[in-house]
């Protein structure tokens, strides 16, 4: 069993930046591929960004792409994301997601099993 841990989140300016924190525990997250998503009010849940297992290929999502960087230290179990530039149409809440099973891709948003309990972010104009 994993848990997932998020922190970083706020209330910012448009033009601002936010750097999301993911700590897992229980469990190493080494071998997993993570990745964050966002749901604002009224909205589905969606994929922002995801990363393999090895940090070496990501994801991100066209809304975000270019303003967005998702990382990981493995070492310390941890997955990052960085946003800058951000934008109204950014505000949501933010949860950091593993996969069940490892050595994926993260691009996938079905096979992803393990959650936290998110992390708001507010972004005014």
Do not use: H
């Not at 190493?28 to 990363?51: D, H, N, Y």
């Not at 109204?88 to 997601?97: G, H, L, M, V």
């Amino acid at each position: 069993q994993v848990q997932l841990v998020e922190s970083g989140g706020g209330l910012v300016q448009a033009g601002d930046s936010l750097r999301l924190f993911c700590v897992a525990s229980g469990r190493t997250i080494s071998i997993c591929a993570m990745g964050w998503f966002r749901q604002a009010p009224g909205k589905e849940r969606e994929l922002v960004a995801a990363i393999n297992w090895s940090g070496t290929s990501s994801y991100y999502a066209d809304s975000v792409k270019g303003r967005f960087t998702i990382s990981r230290d493995n070492a310390k179990n941890t997955v990052y994301l960085q946003m800058n530039s951000l934008k109204p149409e950014d505000t949501a809440d933010y949860y950091c997601a593993s996969e069940r099973a490892p050595y994926g891709m993260g691009r996938r948003p079905d096979l992803y099993g393990y959650w936290g309990q998110g992390t708001q972010v507010t972004v005014s104009s």
